[in-house]
């Protein structure tokens, strides 16, 4: 029988602590970003809330019909490991709407840039990759390649029929 599958929860708490043990200024930063706002995340349909505290992170689960309030951001698996994999930028995933954020434009951007360093130090610290390892194993990742092909070829459509456009318009110069 295998082991009850990792909740959000305790994904967040052992990337965190992981993070804490190997770069603790980088933790910091983590910790600064977020303040002392109560935030919440969704994965898949997981949901919690996020605090720094006085004793350090708390993570609380939230019940699946919880409603969310801002500030908050909302993506699944497939996306997670599509980032952790290299095979999708942060903003790439908010633009084809992967990953929804809600709150002011400050806490957006902080959730932003903790996301940032989160998937870096899942790319570089020992603990954290094992832990990406562990996350994507327990994924599933079908074709996410191909997924990025697609959406790069659909770009490349958009832009030849912007060209397009603009061209027949007399908008470009000299060409």
Request: glycine share 8%.
């Amino acid at each position: 029988m295998s082991p009850e599958p990792r909740h959000l929860r305790d994904w967040i708490a052992a990337l965190f602590a992981g993070l804490e043990r190997a770069e603790p200024h980088s933790a910091l930063g983590v910790q600064n970003l977020a303040g002392s706002e109560v935030s919440r995340i969704m994965l898949d349909n997981e949901r919690v809330t996020v605090l720094f505290g006085q004793k350090g992170l708390r993570v609380t689960r939230l019940k699946t019909g919880a409603r969310l309030t801002p500030p908050y951001g909302v993506t699944d698996r497939k996306t997670v490991g599509a980032l952790l994999l290299g095979h999708m930028e942060i903003s790439e995933a908010i633009a084809h709407n992967h990953i929804r954020l809600r709150g002011t434009a400050d806490q957006v951007m902080a959730i932003c840039a903790i996301i940032e360093v989160l998937v870096d130090a899942s790319t570089r610290i020992p603990a954290l990759q094992e832990l990406a390892g562990d996350f994507l194993a327990s994924t599933e990742l079908t074709d996410l390649r191909a997924e990025q092909a697609q959406r790069h070829r659909q770009s490349d459509v958009l832009r030849l029929k912007e060209l397009a456009l603009l061209q027949r318009e007399g908008l470009l110069n000299g060409t």
